[in-house]
Protein backbone atom coordinates (compact mmCIF):
# COMPACT_ATOMS: atom_id res chain seq x y z
CA UNK A 1 0.00 0.00 0.00
CA UNK A 2 1.11 3.94 -0.58
CA UNK A 3 0.63 5.24 2.97
CA UNK A 4 0.67 9.31 3.53
CA UNK A 5 1.02 10.49 6.98
CA UNK A 6 -0.05 13.74 7.65
CA UNK A 7 0.81 15.51 10.77
CA UNK A 8 1.69 19.51 11.45
CA UNK A 9 5.64 18.28 12.70
CA UNK A 10 8.03 16.31 11.11
CA UNK A 11 10.28 15.63 13.81
CA UNK A 12 10.14 13.99 17.42
CA UNK A 13 7.99 17.16 18.90
CA UNK A 14 5.44 15.18 21.33
CA UNK A 15 3.38 12.23 21.12
CA UNK A 16 1.79 12.42 18.13
CA UNK A 17 4.89 12.71 16.14
CA UNK A 18 6.35 9.55 17.97
CA UNK A 19 3.37 7.31 17.20
CA UNK A 20 3.32 8.77 13.34
CA UNK A 21 7.50 8.03 12.86
CA UNK A 22 7.04 5.05 14.16
CA UNK A 23 3.75 3.85 13.07
CA UNK A 24 5.83 5.31 9.51
CA UNK A 25 8.73 3.28 10.13
CA UNK A 26 7.32 0.11 10.59
CA UNK A 27 4.69 0.36 7.96
CA UNK A 28 7.89 0.79 5.74
CA UNK A 29 9.65 -2.15 7.20
CA UNK A 30 6.76 -4.59 5.89
CA UNK A 31 7.36 -3.46 2.53
CA UNK A 32 4.49 -0.29 2.23
CA UNK A 33 5.31 2.95 1.19
CA UNK A 34 5.23 5.51 3.52
CA UNK A 35 5.96 9.36 2.64
CA UNK A 36 5.00 12.39 5.00
CA UNK A 37 3.48 15.94 4.69
CA UNK A 38 3.65 18.86 7.38
CA UNK A 39 5.52 21.84 7.70
CA UNK A 40 8.84 22.87 6.48
CA UNK A 41 11.43 22.96 9.46
CA UNK A 42 15.21 21.95 9.49
CA UNK A 43 14.47 19.09 12.25
CA UNK A 44 12.29 17.61 9.81
CA UNK A 45 13.59 13.76 9.53
CA UNK A 46 11.10 12.61 6.87
CA UNK A 47 10.10 13.41 4.04
CA UNK A 48 8.32 13.55 0.73
CA UNK A 49 9.49 13.08 -2.90
CA UNK A 50 8.37 16.16 -4.22
CA UNK A 51 9.66 18.25 -1.04
CA UNK A 52 6.00 19.97 -0.36
CA UNK A 53 5.62 21.05 2.88
CA UNK A 54 4.08 24.54 4.29
CA UNK A 55 5.79 27.50 5.68
CA UNK A 56 6.30 27.26 9.49
CA UNK A 57 4.00 29.64 11.24
CA UNK A 58 5.76 31.82 13.66
CA UNK A 59 3.61 34.22 15.93
CA UNK A 60 5.85 35.29 18.68
CA UNK A 61 7.97 37.48 16.17
CA UNK A 62 4.85 38.85 14.20
CA UNK A 63 3.24 42.28 13.85
CA UNK A 64 -0.09 42.92 14.53
CA UNK A 65 -1.15 42.63 10.80
CA UNK A 66 1.05 39.91 10.26
CA UNK A 67 -0.48 38.03 13.15
CA UNK A 68 -4.18 38.75 11.63
CA UNK A 69 -2.66 37.18 8.30
CA UNK A 70 -1.67 33.75 10.67
CA UNK A 71 -4.67 33.96 12.45
CA UNK A 72 -6.87 33.73 9.15
CA UNK A 73 -4.68 30.81 8.16
CA UNK A 74 -5.22 28.75 10.88
CA UNK A 75 -8.64 28.44 9.79
CA UNK A 76 -8.20 27.90 6.34
CA UNK A 77 -5.53 27.34 4.25
CA UNK A 78 -4.91 27.40 0.67
CA UNK A 79 -1.11 26.56 0.98
CA UNK A 80 -1.49 23.40 2.70
CA UNK A 81 -4.09 22.40 0.36
CA UNK A 82 -1.97 23.78 -2.86
CA UNK A 83 1.19 22.26 -1.29
CA UNK A 84 -0.94 18.46 -0.64
CA UNK A 85 -2.14 18.34 -3.84
CA UNK A 86 1.88 18.30 -5.17
CA UNK A 87 2.36 15.14 -2.89
CA UNK A 88 -0.98 13.57 -3.45
CA UNK A 89 -0.31 13.91 -7.63
CA UNK A 90 3.15 12.39 -6.92
CA UNK A 91 2.59 9.71 -4.85
CA UNK A 92 -0.86 8.78 -5.77
CA UNK A 93 -1.45 7.42 -1.62
CA UNK A 94 -4.03 4.49 -1.35
CA UNK A 95 -4.98 5.99 2.35
CA UNK A 96 -4.14 9.28 4.26
CA UNK A 97 -3.42 9.05 7.37
CA UNK A 98 -4.40 12.28 9.51
CA UNK A 99 -2.73 13.24 12.98
CA UNK A 100 -2.29 16.77 14.19
CA UNK A 101 -3.67 19.13 11.30
CA UNK A 102 -5.73 21.81 13.45
CA UNK A 103 -4.35 25.63 12.83
CA UNK A 104 -0.96 24.86 11.25
CA UNK A 105 -2.50 22.28 8.14
CA UNK A 106 -6.09 23.44 8.38
CA UNK A 107 -8.69 20.57 7.88
CA UNK A 108 -8.45 22.41 4.46
CA UNK A 109 -6.49 19.13 3.61
CA UNK A 110 -9.07 17.26 3.97
CA UNK A 111 -11.43 18.91 1.48
CA UNK A 112 -7.87 18.56 -1.15
CA UNK A 113 -8.17 15.14 -0.52
CA UNK A 114 -10.98 14.45 -1.59
CA UNK A 115 -10.97 16.99 -4.62
CA UNK A 116 -8.21 15.25 -5.97
CA UNK A 117 -9.91 11.72 -5.22
CA UNK A 118 -12.88 12.97 -7.54
CA UNK A 119 -10.87 14.66 -10.31
CA UNK A 120 -8.52 11.12 -10.60
CA UNK A 121 -10.88 8.48 -9.99
CA UNK A 122 -8.30 7.01 -7.23
CA UNK A 123 -9.85 6.07 -4.12
CA UNK A 124 -8.12 7.32 -1.50
CA UNK A 125 -9.00 6.33 3.03
CA UNK A 126 -8.86 9.24 5.12
CA UNK A 127 -8.07 7.91 8.71
CA UNK A 128 -7.94 10.23 11.51
CA UNK A 129 -6.05 9.16 14.70
CA UNK A 130 -7.43 11.72 17.34
CA UNK A 131 -5.16 12.55 19.83
CA UNK A 132 -7.16 15.00 22.11
CA UNK A 133 -10.38 16.35 21.82
CA UNK A 134 -10.20 18.59 19.01
CA UNK A 135 -12.56 17.27 17.13
CA UNK A 136 -15.33 18.68 19.35
CA UNK A 137 -13.21 21.26 22.02
CA UNK A 138 -11.43 24.15 20.04
CA UNK A 139 -8.64 24.24 23.04
CA UNK A 140 -8.09 20.21 22.79
CA UNK A 141 -8.69 19.24 26.17
CA UNK A 142 -12.21 19.57 27.75
CA UNK A 143 -10.47 21.49 30.24
CA UNK A 144 -10.67 25.04 31.14
CA UNK A 145 -7.40 26.69 32.28
CA UNK A 146 -8.72 29.61 34.20
CA UNK A 147 -10.40 27.54 36.31
CA UNK A 148 -8.54 24.41 36.50
CA UNK A 149 -11.35 22.75 36.21
CA UNK A 150 -13.12 20.05 33.24
CA UNK A 151 -15.42 21.56 31.16
CA UNK A 152 -17.71 20.06 28.63
CA UNK A 153 -19.58 23.40 27.63
CA UNK A 154 -18.51 23.38 24.06
CA UNK A 155 -19.36 19.37 23.42
CA UNK A 156 -22.56 19.98 21.72
CA UNK A 157 -21.34 22.31 19.35
CA UNK A 158 -21.90 25.56 21.42
CA UNK A 159 -18.53 27.02 20.92
CA UNK A 160 -19.13 30.60 21.73
CA UNK A 161 -18.26 29.34 25.06
CA UNK A 162 -14.74 29.14 24.04
CA UNK A 163 -14.17 32.51 23.73
CA UNK A 164 -16.42 33.54 26.28
CA UNK A 165 -14.28 31.72 28.63
CA UNK A 166 -11.07 32.22 27.00
CA UNK A 167 -10.11 28.62 26.98
CA UNK A 168 -7.43 28.94 24.59
CA UNK A 169 -4.13 30.54 26.47
CA UNK A 170 -6.69 32.38 28.36
CA UNK A 171 -6.84 34.92 25.59
CA UNK A 172 -9.87 36.07 23.98
CA UNK A 173 -8.32 36.46 20.35
CA UNK A 174 -7.11 32.97 20.58
CA UNK A 175 -9.78 31.75 21.73
CA UNK A 176 -12.39 33.67 19.18
CA UNK A 177 -10.27 32.13 16.65
CA UNK A 178 -11.08 28.89 17.88
CA UNK A 179 -14.63 29.26 18.01
CA UNK A 180 -14.43 30.20 14.59
CA UNK A 181 -12.23 27.93 13.44
CA UNK A 182 -14.49 25.02 15.40
CA UNK A 183 -17.71 26.43 14.12
CA UNK A 184 -16.72 26.60 10.27
CA UNK A 185 -15.09 23.34 10.02
CA UNK A 186 -18.07 21.74 12.21
CA UNK A 187 -21.28 23.79 10.10
CA UNK A 188 -19.44 22.77 6.28
CA UNK A 189 -19.57 19.29 8.07
CA UNK A 190 -16.05 18.35 6.54
CA UNK A 191 -14.99 15.91 9.30
CA UNK A 192 -17.90 13.58 7.16
CA UNK A 193 -15.30 13.17 5.26
CA UNK A 194 -13.42 11.10 6.77
CA UNK A 195 -13.40 7.65 7.07
CA UNK A 196 -12.24 6.24 10.19
CA UNK A 197 -11.51 7.58 13.27
CA UNK A 198 -9.11 5.92 15.79
CA UNK A 199 -9.18 7.13 19.71
CA UNK A 200 -6.64 6.14 22.06
CA UNK A 201 -9.05 4.73 24.58
CA UNK A 202 -12.95 3.71 25.22
CA UNK A 203 -13.80 6.78 26.99
CA UNK A 204 -12.81 9.15 24.17
CA UNK A 205 -14.66 7.58 21.72
CA UNK A 206 -17.96 8.13 24.08
CA UNK A 207 -16.79 11.45 23.98
CA UNK A 208 -16.24 12.18 20.25
CA UNK A 209 -19.45 9.65 19.56
CA UNK A 210 -21.64 12.57 21.26
CA UNK A 211 -21.16 14.66 18.28
CA UNK A 212 -23.74 12.45 15.26
CA UNK A 213 -20.98 13.01 12.93
CA UNK A 214 -18.80 10.58 14.57
CA UNK A 215 -20.82 8.11 15.88
CA UNK A 216 -20.74 5.73 13.17
CA UNK A 217 -16.85 6.30 12.60
CA UNK A 218 -15.47 5.99 15.61
CA UNK A 219 -13.21 2.73 16.75
CA UNK A 220 -11.45 2.56 20.40
CA UNK A 221 -7.39 1.24 20.06
CA UNK A 222 -5.31 1.90 23.02
CA UNK A 223 -1.87 3.07 22.17
CA UNK A 224 0.95 1.02 21.30
CA UNK A 225 3.61 0.48 23.60
CA UNK A 226 6.77 -0.56 22.26
CA UNK A 227 9.32 -0.55 25.06
CA UNK A 228 11.49 -3.42 26.16
CA UNK A 229 10.34 -5.79 28.87
CA UNK A 230 10.97 -4.83 32.23
CA UNK A 231 14.45 -5.99 33.88
CA UNK A 232 14.83 -7.23 37.62
CA UNK A 233 16.65 -4.50 39.08
CA UNK A 234 16.84 -2.77 42.28
CA UNK A 235 14.50 -0.35 43.62
CA UNK A 236 15.42 3.07 45.31
CA UNK A 237 13.69 4.91 47.81
CA UNK A 238 12.23 7.41 45.48
CA UNK A 239 8.95 7.55 44.49
CA UNK A 240 8.71 9.40 40.97
CA UNK A 241 6.64 11.50 38.51
CA UNK A 242 7.88 12.14 35.15
CA UNK A 243 5.73 13.96 32.96
CA UNK A 244 5.03 17.27 32.28
CA UNK A 245 5.00 20.00 34.73
CA UNK A 246 1.68 21.88 34.15
CA UNK A 247 -1.54 22.67 35.93
CA UNK A 248 -3.86 20.33 34.22
CA UNK A 249 -1.16 17.50 35.03
CA UNK A 250 -2.08 17.62 38.96
CA UNK A 251 1.04 19.34 40.00
CA UNK A 252 -0.30 21.87 42.31
CA UNK A 253 -2.51 18.87 43.96
CA UNK A 254 1.14 16.61 44.01
CA UNK A 255 3.23 19.39 45.43
CA UNK A 256 0.48 19.61 48.70
CA UNK A 257 1.06 16.09 49.25
CA UNK A 258 4.57 15.72 48.66
CA UNK A 259 5.06 18.72 51.28
CA UNK A 260 2.40 16.95 54.17
CA UNK A 261 5.37 13.87 53.61
CA UNK A 262 8.26 15.42 54.32
CA UNK A 263 9.48 11.69 55.36
CA UNK A 264 9.60 10.40 51.68
CA UNK A 265 11.87 11.36 49.18
CA UNK A 266 9.86 12.40 45.53
CA UNK A 267 11.90 12.74 42.10
CA UNK A 268 10.15 14.58 39.72
CA UNK A 269 11.51 14.35 36.04
CA UNK A 270 10.18 16.66 33.18
CA UNK A 271 10.18 20.38 32.77
CA UNK A 272 6.74 22.99 32.71
CA UNK A 273 5.59 26.21 33.97
CA UNK A 274 5.28 25.02 37.67
CA UNK A 275 8.41 24.22 37.45
CA UNK A 276 9.74 26.49 40.13
CA UNK A 277 7.16 25.44 42.78
CA UNK A 278 8.38 21.95 42.39
CA UNK A 279 12.20 23.63 43.35
CA UNK A 280 10.83 24.91 46.50
CA UNK A 281 9.72 21.73 47.72
CA UNK A 282 12.61 20.34 50.33
CA UNK A 283 11.80 16.41 50.22
CA UNK A 284 11.58 16.97 46.05
CA UNK A 285 14.53 16.12 43.67
CA UNK A 286 13.98 18.12 39.88
CA UNK A 287 16.31 15.96 37.78
CA UNK A 288 14.66 17.57 34.65
CA UNK A 289 14.12 16.00 31.30
CA UNK A 290 14.80 12.63 30.82
CA UNK A 291 14.60 10.38 27.99
CA UNK A 292 15.56 6.79 26.24
CA UNK A 293 17.84 4.47 28.45
CA UNK A 294 18.39 6.89 31.46
CA UNK A 295 14.62 7.37 31.93
CA UNK A 296 13.75 3.76 31.78
CA UNK A 297 16.45 3.15 34.72
CA UNK A 298 14.72 6.02 36.59
CA UNK A 299 11.16 4.45 36.28
CA UNK A 300 12.35 0.88 37.12
CA UNK A 301 14.26 2.08 39.92
CA UNK A 302 11.51 3.86 41.48
CA UNK A 303 9.19 2.50 44.55
CA UNK A 304 6.09 3.03 42.82
CA UNK A 305 5.14 6.81 39.97
CA UNK A 306 1.83 8.83 40.21
CA UNK A 307 0.00 10.14 37.86
CA UNK A 308 -2.42 12.68 39.08
CA UNK A 309 -3.92 14.05 36.22
CA UNK A 310 -6.76 16.04 36.50
CA UNK A 311 -8.03 16.35 32.80
CA UNK A 312 -9.42 14.05 30.78
CA UNK A 313 -6.49 11.94 29.85
CA UNK A 314 -6.58 9.71 26.80
CA UNK A 315 -4.09 6.83 27.11
CA UNK A 316 -1.08 8.43 28.68
CA UNK A 317 1.91 6.73 27.62
CA UNK A 318 3.74 7.59 30.84
CA UNK A 319 1.27 5.22 32.58
CA UNK A 320 2.18 2.79 30.41
CA UNK A 321 5.59 2.44 30.38
CA UNK A 322 5.74 2.51 34.04
CA UNK A 323 3.93 -0.77 34.34
CA UNK A 324 5.54 -2.18 31.32
CA UNK A 325 8.85 -1.17 33.53
CA UNK A 326 7.13 -3.26 36.61
CA UNK A 327 7.00 -0.14 38.45
CA UNK A 328 3.20 0.37 39.77
CA UNK A 329 1.57 3.46 39.04
CA UNK A 330 -0.70 5.54 41.57
CA UNK A 331 -3.37 7.44 39.05
CA UNK A 332 -5.98 9.90 39.12
CA UNK A 333 -9.42 7.65 38.11
CA UNK A 334 -9.92 9.99 35.20
CA UNK A 335 -10.47 9.59 31.27
CA UNK A 336 -9.16 6.51 30.13
CA UNK A 337 -6.49 6.26 32.90
CA UNK A 338 -8.52 3.16 34.49
CA UNK A 339 -8.56 0.67 31.39
CA UNK A 340 -5.20 0.84 32.10
CA UNK A 341 -4.25 0.29 35.69
CA UNK A 342 -6.29 -2.55 37.63
CA UNK A 343 -6.92 -0.73 40.86
CA UNK A 344 -5.01 -2.88 43.02
CA UNK A 345 -3.33 -5.10 40.66
CA UNK A 346 -0.78 -3.13 39.13
CA UNK A 347 -1.71 -0.21 40.40
CA UNK A 348 -4.03 2.19 42.82
CA UNK A 349 -6.82 4.77 41.84
CA UNK A 350 -8.20 7.77 43.32
CA UNK A 351 -10.57 10.66 43.14
CA UNK A 352 -8.21 13.52 41.09
CA UNK A 353 -7.79 16.21 42.80
CA UNK A 354 -8.27 14.49 46.42
CA UNK A 355 -5.48 15.48 48.46
CA UNK A 356 -6.38 13.13 51.23
CA UNK A 357 -6.71 10.13 49.18
CA UNK A 358 -3.63 10.82 47.47
CA UNK A 359 -1.61 11.16 50.37
CA UNK A 360 -2.98 8.03 52.54
CA UNK A 361 -2.55 6.53 49.10
CA UNK A 362 1.08 7.14 49.01
CA UNK A 363 1.98 6.84 52.53
CA UNK A 364 0.32 3.46 52.87
CA UNK A 365 2.27 1.71 49.51
CA UNK A 366 5.11 3.54 50.37
CA UNK A 367 5.60 1.64 53.66
CA UNK A 368 4.33 -1.44 53.04
CA UNK A 369 6.20 -3.67 50.97
CA UNK A 370 4.36 -6.75 50.37
CA UNK A 371 1.51 -4.58 49.21
CA UNK A 372 3.91 -2.98 46.56
CA UNK A 373 5.96 -6.44 45.84
CA UNK A 374 3.03 -7.63 45.07
CA UNK A 375 1.82 -4.85 42.87
CA UNK A 376 5.01 -4.99 40.54
CA UNK A 377 4.96 -8.57 39.81
CA UNK A 378 1.69 -8.25 39.02
CA UNK A 379 2.56 -5.33 36.49
CA UNK A 380 4.55 -8.14 34.19
CA UNK A 381 1.24 -9.73 33.75
CA UNK A 382 -0.10 -6.15 31.85
CA UNK A 383 -0.29 -6.88 28.46
CA UNK A 384 -0.42 -3.67 26.09
CA UNK A 385 -0.66 -3.58 22.47
CA UNK A 386 2.39 -3.78 20.59
CA UNK A 387 3.58 -2.03 17.58
CA UNK A 388 2.74 -4.80 15.32
CA UNK A 389 -0.31 -5.93 16.56
CA UNK A 390 -1.17 -2.60 16.31
CA UNK A 391 -0.26 -2.28 12.64
CA UNK A 392 -2.12 -4.91 12.24
CA UNK A 393 -5.11 -3.65 13.16
CA UNK A 394 -4.66 -0.37 11.43
CA UNK A 395 -3.80 -1.98 7.76
CA UNK A 396 -7.23 -3.70 8.24
CA UNK A 397 -8.89 0.43 8.75
CA UNK A 398 -6.58 1.17 5.69
CA UNK A 399 -7.76 -1.34 3.35
CA UNK A 400 -11.45 -1.61 4.73
Not at 68 to 86: D, V
Not at 176 to 190: D, Q, R, V
Not at 345 to 365: M, Q, R, S
Request: with cysteine; charged share 20%.
Amino acid sequence: MKILMVNKFLYPNGGSETYMLKLGEHLSELGHSVEYFGMLHSDNCVTNSVNAYTEQMNFHNSGAVQKLKLSLKTIYSKEAMKKIRLVLDDFQPDAVHLNNFNYQLTPSVILEIRKWEKDTGHKVKIIYTAHDYQLICPNHMLYNPDSGEICEKCINGQFVNCMKNKCVHSSTMKSAIGMIEAMYWNSNKTYEQIDTVICCSEFMKTKLDTNPIFKNKTVAIHNFMDSSPAQSVGKGDYVLYFGRFSQEKGIDTLLSVCKSLPDIPFVFAGGGALEEKINKVANIKNVGFKSGDELKELISRARFSIYPSEWYENCPLSVMESISLGTPVICANIGGIPELVSDGENGLLFEPGNVKKLTEAIKNLYYDNDRLSKLSVNCADAKFINLSQYTDLLLKIYQS
